[in-house]
């Protein structure tokens, strides 16, 4: 089992940019596929994006292809992920997760969460 916390999120206008990150401390970090989701009231989490352990492979989403981008940092036990162009609809709170299969698309694919941290985008 891993614990995370993520931090970063907060207000910002359309167009504008934040970074959020999410440490993790407990199972080796460099083991496991690190992924982020989001989630809004009244809809299902929402995958954004996936790095494998190595870094070698990541997987966006449509909807944030070309506007985020993550990153990690095994020696310092940490994943990144950079906002860029921020609309309106990324609005959302944030989870990072720990996935430990082959398969880490969907929220099932996740074993340990983080609490999670709000982003607001204005309009």
């Known amino acids: 089992q891993v614990q995370l916390v993520e931090s970063g999120g907060g207000l910002v206008q359309a167009g504008g940019s934040l970074r959020l990150s999410c440490a993790a401390s407990g199972r080796t970090f460099s083991s496991y596929t690190m992924g982020w989701f989001r989630h809004t009231p009244g809809k299902e989490y929402e995958f954004v994006v996936a790095i494998t352990w190595s870094g070698d492979r990541i997987y966006y989403a449509d909807s944030v292809k070309g506007r985020f981008t993550i990153s990690r940092d095994n020696a310092k036990n940490t994943v990144t992920l950079q906002m860029n162009s921020l609309k309106p609809e990324d609005t959302a709170v944030y989870y990072c997760?720990?996935?430990?299969?082959?398969?880490?698309?969907?929220?099932?694919?996740?074993?340990?969460w983080g609490q999670g941290t709000q982003v607001t985008v204005s309009s």
């Open positions: 997760a720990a996935a430990y299969g082959s398969r880490w698309l969907t929220p099932n694919d996740y074993s340990d």
